[in-house]
């Protein structure tokens, strides 16, 4: 071999294995906080509020929310579920992308969008070519915005789904209200258990 093939070879070499780890990384599940806490024990109890379905299209699909109490032989536990849905009102398995995000979580995204709501005049007079401030749970959820030449868009990402793009500001407004209103629907919940 020649030395140029040597050198070559030796440069090339590491890239493989990197594109290999790249490609393995997309198919790895993580398993959510919700998962975890399910196949915790052998008893699973779930019971679900009447699902608000609230009158949010993104990318031609509406957004249903309930809160969702489970009981388990490990304890109780308290979730706001999201879904995304094709086709109207209408429940279809293969037409719904899912979010069960945890309570603590939960806290955390309300936290997380009064300071983007902050932050977003700021950025926007900043005038970037792209900017993106996001806020992501470790179960994949993502809520945020983008600015691209003055344009605010905001953004929600379900577990690892697609983005949905809310240019709409009455959405956006109806979208923070989900989750404020769910906390304190499972604050409520959780002192009527107590």
Not at 17 to 39: C, G, M, P, R, W
Not at 69 to 81: A, F, H, P, Q, R
Request: glycine residues 4%.
């Amino acid at each position: 071999m020649t030395m140029k093939k040597m050198i070559l070879v030796t440069l090339l070499f590491p890239l493989l294995f990197s594109t290999e780890a790249l490609a393995q990384s997309d198919s790895v599940h993580i398993t959510t906080k919700y998962e975890q806490f399910i196949n915790n024990g052998y008893f699973t109890k779930l019971i679900d509020t009447k699902p608000t379905i609230t009158e949010l299209k993104f990318g031609g699909k509406y957004i249903r929310s309930f809160i969702r109490k489970v009981i388990t032989d490990s304890g109780i536990k308290y979730y706001l579920v999201l879904t995304k849905k094709m086709n109207g009102f209408e429940y279809h398995p293969r037409d719904i992308e899912v979010a069960i995000i945890d309570y603590s979580d939960l806290k955390d995204i309300n936290k997380a969008v009064k300071r983007l709501v902050d932050e977003e005049p700021k950025d926007r007079n900043l005038q970037p070519y792209y900017l993106e401030n996001i806020f992501k749970t470790i179960d994949g959820f993502i809520i945020g915005y983008t600015v691209k030449k003055k344009k605010v868009s905001w953004l929600i990402r379900l577990n690892y789904s697609n983005y949905s793009y809310i240019d709409n500001i009455e959405y956006k407004e109806k979208l923070f209200d989900i989750f404020t209103k769910a906390q304190r629907d499972i604050e409520e919940i959780m002192a009527k258990d107590n």
